[in-house]
């Protein structure tokens, strides 16, 4: 498989340079996972990987998802649930039978483009055998394993102090640049550089919903709980039934979306209590005639939720922001694989365009992938990674 370069599309995002208050993942680099080698794909405010079915879109956005997940503090294993799976597949185990996999990412913002990259031992054990950021062509942290029998690799990172570096132990089950914060003090120059470069990449790192909507767990009525929307938008009705109330200007908007995408006159989206505990959703179309989600089509039903998750807030989804900052400096990345599955030509149309609307304005980024390059040509404002063969 050959991977060709990006394609940008002319827009008023497409050449966008990233808001420098608002970090954000500019470069998803795969230097060795699964099917991808040496591959480096530019992220723009809304990137769209596009290819048939086997082509890595839906690795590329697992191995964000991954990074996402460790820049959040989770252990290797929930980071990589299958890992051997991830492993390219001609790599040839080592003399000691190991074989692993190399991601990483650049995220721009304050600090201007920091650099992560990790190695991965999936076999004959789950751990992180190496690790190095960097900004501006200086190392700020790197880590090795020396030890094969300890579960700690040897970190150094940048001083620039009475000492040029300070060594010592880290957890290989977890990513040494989240845990940063608790091990560098902040009291030189240099200390001070590595904890502003290792908050950068965690906060564009964490700020992350993977949405993957289920029209098979939307359809039926849900119990009231916390209003967040959950991955698979199985609780949708309940989510309308806070979002409804809390911002009608957003609800307007997002009433609109659904007309444009859904076949019929929409004039509304409510949310009806039905006695039990339970909501369901409903498309009003005027005149006093509604109908219940669950008569939706599938395409009908994934075009409902994603406009739900373009037009709402962190606020309203299952996501772990980054709680020491402020709302207003982080960006929301909304990764979405099959963006465009189960829909017509005019359906996926209609999202693209609410998404490059929705994308120019920098407090959200979506990365997602779809079926083929030809269903994103017509809107402005995407960044193509075409991946077929």
């Known amino acids: 498989m050959t991977v060709s370069p990006v394609l940008s599309l002319p827009g008023p995002s497409a050449h966008a340079a990233p808001r420098p208050d608002r970090p954000c993942v500019t470069e998803l680099r795969l230097s060795a996972f699964a099917g991808h080698r040496r591959a480096g794909f530019s992220l723009g405010p809304l990137t769209l990987f ?43 185990p080592d003399a000691q039978r190991r074989r692993g996999f190399r991601i990483g990412c650049t995220a721009d913002g304050p600090e201007g483009p920091v650099r992560l990259d990790v190695a991965v031992q999936a076999e004959p054990e789950l751990r992180i055998v190496g690790e190095r950021l960097t900004s501006g062509g200086l190392v700020l942290l790197e880590t090795a394993l020396r030890d094969p029998s300890r579960s700690m690799v040897q970190a150094a990172w940048h001083t620039a102090g009475s000492a040029p570096v300070t060594r010592g132990p880290l957890p290989d089950d977890r990513l040494g640049t989240a845990l940063l914060p608790l091990r560098v003090a902040g009291r030189t120059d240099g200390q001070r550089r590595v904890l502003a470069a290792a908050e950068q990449m965690v906060v564009a790192l964490r700020s992350v919903f993977v949405c993957d909507p289920s029209p098979g767990s939307m359809r039926a009525p849900v119990p009231l709980g916390t209003g967040r929307l959950l991955r698979d938008c199985g609780n949708l009705a309940e989510v309308l039934w806070r979002t409804r109330a809390e911002c009608v200007r957003r ?38 005639r509604r109908t219940p989600l669950e008569l939706l089509g599938d395409g009908e039903l994934r075009y409902v939720a994603l406009a739900l998750v373009l037009l709402t807030g962190p606020g309203v989804l299952e996501v772990d922001p980054v709680g020491e900052v402020p709302a207003a400096l982080q960006t ?15 359906q996926a ?31 402005e404002g995407v960044t193509v990674v075409d991946l077929r063969p």
């Open 50 to 92: 596009a290819g048939p079915s086997g082509s890595g879109k839906s690795r590329a956005l697992q191995a964000y998802e991954a990074l996402a997940r460790l820049g959040g503090g989770a252990e290797l294993g929930e980071a990589f649930p299958a890992p051997v799976a991830c492993v390219p597949e001609r790599a040839r």
């Open 251 to 288: 609800h307007a908007l997002l009433a609109t979306a659904v007309g444009a995408g859904c076949a019929g006159r929409v004039v509304d989206l409510l949310a009806e209590p039905l006695g039990d505990g339970t909501v369901r959703a409903l498309l009003d179309r005027g005149e006093g």
């Open 332 to 346: 929301l990345t909304v990764l979405a694989d099959g963006f465009d599955r189960g829909m017509d030509r005019r």
């Open 349 to 379: 149309r209609e999202l693209l365009q609410l998404a490059a609307r929705v994308c120019e304005r920098g407090h959200i980024r979506l990365v997602g992938a779809v079926s083929e390059a030809s269903r994103v040509a017509e809107v």
